[in-house]
């Protein structure tokens, strides 16, 4: 047999858990055709991976490249970190199925990355993928998405034709490929639903073997409760749950101990219950979230409106303190008058890209609140923020929980052209290889806010949350592990030097470390450049 290509020398971290072991990989027709001491003439090329850990392909189990994939399809930011899968849809919102309300809503962020919607089904979706990128992509259907096509941002329970409706674009979504049906119920209008709804939407799902991946009701003081209604719709419509970044936020500290708990519990009663993570102690959501749910009803348009009167603007000064309803995490920031941990990501007016939402009332000499609603009606209610509301010791005793995986929660971005605008997350750069930085090799990094290292995963274990596990959950029988007749899904790294190097405020940084990374069998980074292949591909559920 002669091979494509031998990956030869190095350390294999095979994915399973289990110890490293020293081995070549030979790869034929884009797949492990055979591991052991191998001949190396019986290559066409090789790759030396002396002194580097070799492993399957980091899969990102929570991400939102929906649109930028379509922007750039190099995927650059992801796949220099080591991802070769990224799992998108997440949250409650898909760019599919799309059409009516939907369609008019999520054109106007495609179209800030210059894409043009031009299909409605899932499956059509999926065929845009079909030109290529340099990751392979596997999606879930938003329920968010769903809901807005049938029933716009309106907040009541659906009628039975209407429910009929979505269980019928859920079918069809599933059908076309999708893992699973995603949720994001602290936004709308998936804060809208009941929990009765997502069962019945659940059920489709379980039909075909998907998954529930869920942005819960609430990560602060309604915590358990939320992940209790998660665990139920598993039950109640038997299937796996995903609890998404679950680490607890602001007003919730502490309580990760009990909610792995409960997710130990619902494990033995046979319910399949798994969490993602990343490793930052701030999140990020869009501009206009920190809004109660009623302010938020009807979309960009409402919002803007309801800024011009003073009365409106009182009232939700109110409900943003009282907060009857916890909102997602920057809102108990909000509540505690924490407004210098806010800072703007993205907005029209790039000067403000990178301040603190408390730096900009200062600036204006106004109190935060107006300042706040200020940038919502300036910019029509676009924009994106960073918060810090995590807190260190509840990611640490999430990360090293048995049913705990890596996610990003970021994009595919990067640091040229249209996807080079603003001042996103660092997730979307760092995330896999801070993980193996930070909580490997124990390492601080002090140019990065809040960030304390210390040991606490093996080399094996960490791989395992960014591989197989991820594989196991999404049924991908064929990709995460380093195992003959899977895909060439690879990573080749230094286990020494892998390290994120974006920050908060100067986050377009490629991580270093990353020498090699190959997508079914092909190169897509080497000597830790990027060639600008494109083998990734839409990923099917039971194709």
């Not at 020494?496 to 020498?515: C, K, M, Q, S």
Request: one cysteine or more.
């Amino acid at each position: 047999m002669v091979f494509d290509l031998i990956v030869h020398g190095g350390l294999l971290v095979d994915g399973s858990g289990q110890r490293p072991f020293k081995a070549d990989i030979g790869i034929l027709g884009g797949k492990i055709a055979e591991l052991g001491t191998l001949d190396l003439r019986r290559a066409s090329k090789v790759i030396n991976a002396s002194g580097l850990a070799v492993s399957p392909g980091f899969i990102d189990m929570h991400s939102h490249s929906d649109f930028v994939l379509l922007a750039n399809p190099r995927a650059e930011s992801k796949v220099r970190q080591g991802v070769t899968t990224e799992v998108i849809g997440n949250c409650g919102g898909s760019a599919a199925p799309i059409f009516g309300p939907a369609k008019e809503d999520r054109s106007r962020e495609a179209r800030s990355y210059d894409i043009e919607i031009d299909w409605e089904s899932f499956a059509n979706y999926l065929r845009k993928l079909e030109r290529g990128t340099s990751v392979n992509i596997a999606s879930l259907v938003g329920h968010g998405t769903v809901r807005q096509c049938v029933m716009d941002m309106e907040e009541r329970p659906p009628s039975s034709d209407e429910l009929d409706e979505m269980r019928d674009l859920v079918t069809n979504a599933m059908k076309e490929g999708a893992y699973g049906l995603s949720s994001g119920l602290v936004y709308p209008p998936g804060r809208y639903a009941d929990t009765s709804e997502l069962v019945e939407l659940c059920k489709v799902v379980s039909d075909f073997n998907g998954i529930y991946a869920s942005h819960i009701r609430g990560e602060r003081e309604t915590l358990l409760e939320a992940v209790q209604e998660a665990l139920r719709i598993g039950k109640e419509a038997g299937v796996p749950v995903q609890v998404s970044h679950h680490p607890a936020k602001i007003g919730a500290w502490g309580q990760s101990p009990k909610t792995l708990a409960m997710m130990d519990e619902a494990s033995e009663r046979g319910i399949d219950v798994n969490c993602d993570l990343h490793p930052y102690v701030a999140g990020s959501t869009g501009l206009s979230a920190l809004l109660p749910p009623w302010a938020q009803e009807g979309g960009a348009g409402m919002i803007v409106e309801r800024m011009k009167t003073s009365d409106t603007r009182r009232r939700i000064r109110e409900d943003m303190m009282e907060e009857p309803v916890p909102g997602p995490g920057p809102c108990g920031l909000v509540k505690r008058g924490m407004w210098d941990q806010i800072i703007i990501s993205s907005y029209p007016t790039e000067e403000l890209v990178g301040r603190t939402l408390a730096d900009v009332a200062d600036d204006r000499g106004v109190d935060p609140f107006e300042a706040y609603f200020d940038l919502l009606l300036e910019s029509e209610a676009f924009g994106g923020i960073i918060g810090f509301y995590y807190n260190e010791d509840d990611i640490r005793h999430v990360l090293r929980h048995e049913r705990s995986m890596i996610g990003s929660d970021g994009y595919a971005l990067a640091p040229y052209g249209i996807l080079g605008r603003g001042r996103n997350h660092p997730r979307s750069y760092g995330t896999f290889p801070m993980i193996l930085r930070k909580y490997v090799r124990g390492e601080s990094r002090p140019d990065l806010k809040h960030d304390n290292g210390g040991k606490l995963l093996s080399l094996e274990e960490a791989v395992r949350k960014m591989t197989s596990a991820q594989a196991r959950k999404l049924g991908l029988r064929d990709r995460g592990f380093l195992r003959k007749g899977m895909w060439a899904d690879i990573v080749v790294f230094n286990p020494e030097t892998i390290a994120d190097t974006a920050t908060y405020l100067d986050p377009y940084r490629y991580p270093v470390g990353v020498e090699h990374v190959l997508v079914n069998g092909v190169a897509v980074i080497r000597d830790g450049e990027h060639t600008g292949a494109l083998p990734g591909k839409p990923l099917r559920h039971g194709g």
